[in-house]
């Protein structure tokens, strides 16, 4: 039982486009969102998080969305640039456990051509 | 300020054998968190401990334990390996217990061979 599913196992964009990357979640619990990003051989690097009292945080190129209503956050960078390019995962975290357990989508990958 | 460290990067046993692989956390963290990652199961959670308690456990068999340390360092140990073992093992640190309010620095990781 995925509570996390990130349906687009893959993305490409052109350089200077903006990319938009989803994530659907089930556990009404969940109330903090947070997309990484993963290079091949690394661990995944911390992005942008949101809390379930907002509905838009931004930083930079970066801006995560989040409709509570449809358990649906998306990921907007703008422009992509060709060092974008990495897996993305969308994780999440909830009032119904204590602590750092967080729960992961399955991630997409991110091509950005130049 | 060191960022996470894993011990070693690789390695490969032979099924039925025991591994440990160890974590230090950032200066100060004391929350350490273990992900497994495979291809077919994505980042899934193993546990978290937290000031030398295991606070949060995931879905995995008694085979995969952990402790940690006074100091924060934690290693996790898995008994008895099976072939469906082999994966990118993670490890994470935060400043306090609360993923809401402190995001979580991964290390490298630790890639498990299983033959």
């Known amino acids: 039982d995925q509570q996390v599913k990130q349906n687009s196992p893959s993305l490409s964009v052109q350089e200077g486009r903006i990319s938009i990357l989803n994530c659907d979640y089930t556990?009404?619990?969940?109330?903090?969102f947070l997309w990484y990003k993963k290079y091949p051989a690394e661990g995944p690097t911390f992005l942008i998080s949101i809390s379930s009292i907002k509905d838009k945080n931004e930083d930079g190129r970066f801006t995560v969305f989040l409709n509570k209503s449809a358990k649906h956050l998306s990921l907007h960078i703008v422009p992509s640039q060709p060092g974008d390019s990495a897996v993305y995962f969308c994780?999440?975290?909830?009032?119904?456990?204590?602590?750092?357990?967080?729960?992961f989508g399955g991630g997409t990958r991110l091509m950005v051509k130049p | 300020k060191a960022g996470v460290t894993q011990t070693p990067r690789y390695l490969i046993k032979t099924r039925g054998q025991q591994v440990t692989l160890s974590c230090s956390p950032i200066s100060g963290h004391r929350s350490v968190s273990w992900y497994q990652q495979t291809p077919g199961q994505g980042l899934q959670f193993l546990f978290e401990y937290f000031s030398e308690t295991q606070r949060n456990k995931g879905n995995f068999p008694g085979r995969f334990s952990g402790r940690q340390f006074s100091n924060s360092r934690s290693e996790m140990n898995v008994s008895t390996l099976e072939l469906g073992d082999s994966a990118l093992y993670l490890c994470?640190?935060?400043?306090?217990?609360?993923?809401?309010?402190?995001?979580?620095?991964f290390g490298p990781g630790t890639r498990l061979t299983v033959l």
């Open positions: 994470a640190s935060s400043l306090q217990g609360l993923a809401g309010v402190n995001e979580q620095f």
């Open positions: 556990n009404s619990m969940f109330d903090y």
């Open positions: 994780a999440a975290s909830g009032e119904d456990n204590a602590g750092n357990m967080l729960t």
